[in-house]
Nanobody, 125 residues
Framework: QVQLVESGGGLVQAGGSLRLSCAAS????????MGWFRQAPGKEREFVAG????????YYAYSVKGRFTISRDNAKNTVYLQMNSLKPEDTAVYSC??????????????????WGRGTQVTVSS
């Protein structure tokens, strides 16, 4: 079992930055690949970024590439999402998720076993 708790969301002006954190319980955090997803009102859940268990491989949605950076600290059982140059269309509830090593397709939310409750990010124009 892995429990995930997100933090760091809030209200920011367009062009600003936020850093989201996802703290995981359990001793096996380093064996999980991690992902960030977001969901805006009336829209489907959308993949944002993913990172392998070691941190050696990262994956991004085209819409955030070059603006967002995913990273992890296995000693702290935490994964981060640094978000720069935020746009109003980035407004959504952001959730982190965990999946066992070896699964393909980080962008597929069906490959994740554990989810946090999410944190709201609102970008004003």
């Amino acid at each position: 079992q892995v429990q995930l708790v997100e933090s760091g969301g809030g209200l920011v002006q367009a062009g600003g930055s936020l850093r989201l954190s996802c703290a995981a319980s359990g001793r096996t955090f380093s064996s999980y690949g991690m992902g960030w997803f977001r969901q805006a009102p009336g829209k489907e859940r959308e993949f944002v970024a993913g990172i392998s268990w070691s941190g050696g491989n990262t994956y991004y949605a085209y819409s955030v590439k070059g603006r967002f950076t995913i990273s992890r600290d296995n000693a702290k059982n935490t994964v981060y999402l640094q978000m720069n140059s935020l746009k109003p269309e980035d407004t959504a509830v952001y959730s982190c998720a965990a999946r066992p090593r070896g699964r393909l397709y980080y962008a597929d939310y069906g490959t994740y076993d554990y989810w946090g409750r999410g944190t709201q990010v609102t970008v004003s124009s």
